[in-house]
Every structure is written in structure tokens, then in C-alpha cells.
């Protein structure tokens, strides 16, 4: 049996105040959701944030999840360390360039001034190259496939929880191939791992491209991307794959003997996927009562309820649940603790708790508990003896309709357009992504900015022909692209 639960104690509602709606201040609803789920605090240092449990409880599991594929595919973790000389990071001009206005640099050891500036790493090419170049011999050397997880340091303006930190935490992946095609398959390989954990983990649809050469990392030759879109129909960059082809190998004077027993310079990638995924999963599921987690990616799957706790045997079959549950490989908690069962109905919506679990006397007399869904609101009256089956199948019902909900949001806010007046006008109706055929020119791309506020999101794999002429100068198109305004 199924019935809706729409009923809200005063702790609930109380509960449920906290947080700004989100039709009012998306913006603000964002800062209360993480500020009230626990996720994270704000720390002495500006900019920098406080990953509570709750949200380093989050990464852990994406941490977890990624490590795992990465392994599947051969690659190897390893850690460099956190300073980069100065001398080192100029060695590759374009890269240096596009990283010179946010690095935070070490001028001091102790009480002595160091002989030369130390860059706390914004990211970890140069020293992965420096390390390659000391370790690359011959073509049996080759591929090195090398993954980091640490911390890094990029000295922004403006901070936003998850989206925008000082010091953030991510994988980054460095690895050196023989051949292009090589480098060049890695780079697709890795787009693909982070689009299928995005889709089949997150429950967040994913748009695949390349990126303009305006866009770009710095130094790359290429950059692949996922995008999603948001909620409010912005644009978030959720995950990056970067070609460099030889460039880096030939600064750093990386070579190897290969085959025909020649000199030849590998070709390199790099890709990474940071917590600012964490700010997509709170935009593109959350609700006015807070979190809405996926549940293959909660760090509590269940929340198991006592109901009438003081009656006798209810705690104690509550803690049967779980002990049984956890059992079979779900992650659950039980609350035993004297708060009211309204707040604890709101607590636990408001962290985003995929599936909640009630177990009262009456249930316990007909040998069935209740489950709830975070998403839909609907009770099911079940029977104790199909528990893990129907556990299971409620959690992927769940990731289903967080999926179907978020992807119907990308696919009704994606419109096409024939000039830059109708992509400006469309952007400012409705918000989301706005996609038109584009000569390929940069200056077009400055223009759609400086006059519709959008930027470049992609040049998608799935390309449609929506025309034969730019939509901002009228000359021949080279491609589809997306535009968008992002996060």
C-alpha cells in the first residue's frame, strides 16, 4: 500500500523556515542548505571553507567511487608535493600565464627569506613533468597513467561554498602516452568514467563536448567537458579532460627511445573532477526542505525511525533493522535519540536522506515497517520479510526519478537560435542553455558575452545542424555550440 505524506508538525515547519525558498533567493537557498544540512562552515580564513563530516562524509564516497574506476583503467595514485618552485612553473609559458593571477606564492622559511619563490600548487603539471622527465626512458616506460588526490590553492575574489574556494580538494590525473592517439583516447576514456558517474551515480545528466580554444586549460591543446545545468538553469562545469599533445614534454626536455630506437617526446594529459561537484549535486536535486541526495552517493541511505520509541521492543527491533540492513550492504542509521518525530522528520529532509524507515508497535504487530521517500513523499506499508528487496528497489526508484526529473530540466531549458537578438532574448525569458550554429571565430564568442551574458559552455559531440551561418555574424557556420550562463 501507498499514500502521500503530507502532513508538517510545528517542528517541521519551524525546521523548513530556516531555509530561504528557493524561487525568492536561489542564491541564498543555496548558502542556508549548507549552512543547515551541516555540510560545511565558514573558517577564520577568508575564503577558505570547513568541510564538515557530513559533506566530508559526500566526498569521501565520490572519492571512494572515482578511485575505484580510475583503477579499473590502469592508473596508479600517487602524491607530489604541495610547493612549486618558481623556476619550474615558468617553463611553460601559456600555463604560467593563466595561472599567474591566482597563485599564492611562499617568500619565507621560518625567519628566513627564501632564495626563490615557491607557488602553492594551483595544479600539479610541472611537477608531475619535472618527475616524468627523471623517470621516462624508452617506450616500455610508457603509458604512465598517475592519479592525485590533494588539495589545491587558487587565490579567487569571490568564494562561494563548494563552488568557488581558495583551497579546494580533487583528483587530479597526469599521465604520459607513446602515440597522440594514445593521449587522445585516454582523454575521451576519462570524460566518459566522469559523464557515467555524473549520470549513473549523481543523477546528473551531463551535456559532452569540446571545449573553444578561448576556453581552454592553459597549455592545453584540447579540453574535453561535461556540463550540467542547474536548477535556476545556470551552467555548471562538472568534470574536465585536457589533451596537451607534446607540448609540456618538449619545456620539461621529457624524451624517450622509441621503437625504431629514435628520440620521441610523449604526449600528455591531464583531467579532474573537484567538491565543486558537491555545490552541482545541492543545485540540480534540492528542494525547499533542503538536501535531496542521490542515493547511490548518500552518505546515510536510510533513516530508520523508531515511532512510540518508549514502548516496549520498539527501539529493539528499530536496531534489528539496521543491524540487518547494514548487513546486506546498505548504509543506514537509526535515531533513538528523545527529539520528536517531526523534527526528526525535518533533520532528515533537510540532510537530504534518500529513504526514511518507521517502525512503530503497530507495525511491529503486523510484522511490516514503513519507508518514505525523500523524493516523492510516498508511504509504503511493506512486509519485514521482502525489507531488502524492497529497500533496494525503492533506492533505485529513487535515483531514477531524481535522473528523469533533472534531465526533463535540461532538456525543456535548451533552445535553439538563428541570431544573437533571439539567443539574448531566449536567455533572458527562460535561463538555461542556449544552442546556435557559430563560424568558430573568437570575436563572436566576446561578442555573445558582452551582449547576451553568456559564455561558451561546449562544442558538443552531438552536433545538429540548426543552420548553414553564424548566429552572430552570419557567416558560414563550423559548428553547433552551447551557451549558457555558469557558475
Known sequence: MIKKDDTMSNDKKKQVEQITDMEQDFAQWYTDVCKKAELIDYSSVKGMFILRPYGYALWENIQHTLDTEFKKTGHENVYLPLLIPESLLEKEKDHVEGFAPECAWVTMGGSERLEERLCIRPTSETLFCSHYANIIRSWRDLPKLYNQWCSVLRWEKTSRPFLRHREFLWQEGHTMHETADEAIAETHQMLNIYADFCENVLAMPVVKGVKTAKEKFSGAEDTYTIECMMHDRKALQSGTSHYFGDGFSKAFDIT????????????????????????????????????????????????????????????????????????????????????????????????????????????????????????????????????????????????????????????????????????????????????????????????????????????????????????????????????????
Open 256 to 487: 624517450f627511445t622509441d621503437k625504431n630506437n629514435r628520440p620521441a617526446y610523449p604526449h600528455q594529459t591531464s583531467w579532474g573532477l573537484s567538491t565543486r561537484i558537491i555545490g552541482g549535486i545541492i543545485m540540480t536535486h534540492g528542494d525547499n526542505n533542503g538536501l535531496v541526495i542521490p542515493p547511490r552517493i548518500a552518505p546515510t541511505q536510510i533513516i530508520i525511525l523508531p515511532i512510540a520509541q518508549h514502548k516496549p521492543g520498539v527501539i529493539e527491533k528499530a536496531e534489528e533493522l539496521k543491524a540487518r540492513l547494514t548487513e546486506s550492504g546498505f548504509r543506514v542509521k537509526c535515531d533513538t535519540s528523545d527529539q520528536s518525530p517531526g523534527w526528526k522528520f525535518a533533520e532528515y529532509e533537510m540532510k537530504g536522506v534518500p529513504l526514511r524507515l518507521e517502525i512503530g508497535p503497530k507495525d511491529i504487530e503486523k510484522d511490516q515497517c514503513v519507508l518514505v521517500s525523500r523524493v516523492t513523499r510516498e508511504k509504503q506499508f511493506i512486509s519485514l520479510s521482502d525489507l531488502e528487496t524492497s529497500v533496494t528497489k525503492t533506492l533505485d526508484d529513487i535515483h531514477h526519478s531524481m535522473f528523469e526529473k533533472a534531465k526533463q530540466n535540461l532538456e525543456n531549458h535548451t533552445y535553439a537560435a538563428n541570431s544573437l537578438e533571439e539567443a539574448k532574448s531566449k536567455q533572458e525569458a527562460h535561463g538555461g542553455f542556449i544552442k546556435t550554429m557559430w563560424c568558430g571565430e573568437e570575436a563572436c564568442e566576446l561578442r555573445m558575452k558582452e551582449e547576451a551574458g553568456m559564455t561558451s559552455r561546449c562544442i558538443p559531440f552531438e552536433q545538429e545542424n540548426l543552420g548553414e551561418t553564424c548566429a552572430i555574424c552570419g557567416k558560414k557556420a563550423e559548428h553547433m555550440i552551447y551557451w549558457g550562463v555558469a557558475y
